[in-house]
Nanobody, 132 residues
Framework: AALVESGGGSVQAGGSLRLSCVISGYFLHGYSDYCLGWVRQAPGSEREGVAIIAHDDTMTYADSVKGRFSISQDSAKNTLYLQMSNLKPEDSGMYYC????????????????????????WGQGTQVTVAS
């Protein structure tokens, strides 16, 4: 089982990138619910939740990216996306794809955004660098 990110790179401020995460080996629809998300880590900083999407497409965003980032999922392809627009230098960092699986009840996307330790599985990350 693995989460594999791609799509990172270097862009100028104001530019756009689209990150992808292929989720393999996990039968997502066998769970009561799940949350998929993107977490980033800038050099010298702790990891922070960026965007979360639940099975029912409920989405939650960090305040710093609202209106600029959009999370989506393609269930048929087991793929998670993060469309990033109007990128700023402070968006630079390693971006990780992560998943939380729920046996009973719903996944609280707000809770997961604030408590990324709740994720059960992580990818290796893809680097995003935004130049000013």
């Amino acid at each position: 089982a693995a989460l594999v990110e791609s799509g990172g790179g270097s862009v100028q401020a104001g530019g756009s990138l689209r990150l992808s995460c292929v989720i393999s080996g996990y039968f997502l629809h066998g769970y009561s619910d799940y949350c998929l998300g993107w977490v980033r880590q800038a050099p010298g900083s702790e990891r922070e939740g960026v965007a979360i999407i639940a099975h029912d497409d409920t989405m939650t965003y960090a305040d710093s990216v609202k209106g600029r980032f959009s999370i989506s999922q393609d269930s048929a392809k087991n793929t998670l996306y993060l469309q990033m627009s109007n990128l700023k230098p402070e968006d630079s960092g390693m971006y990780y794809c992560a998943a939380r699986f729920i046996e009973e009840g719903p996944c609280d996307s707000d809770d997961v955004l604030e408590n990324i330790g709740l994720f059960h599985a992580w990818g290796q990350g893809t680097q995003v660098t935004v130049a000013s």
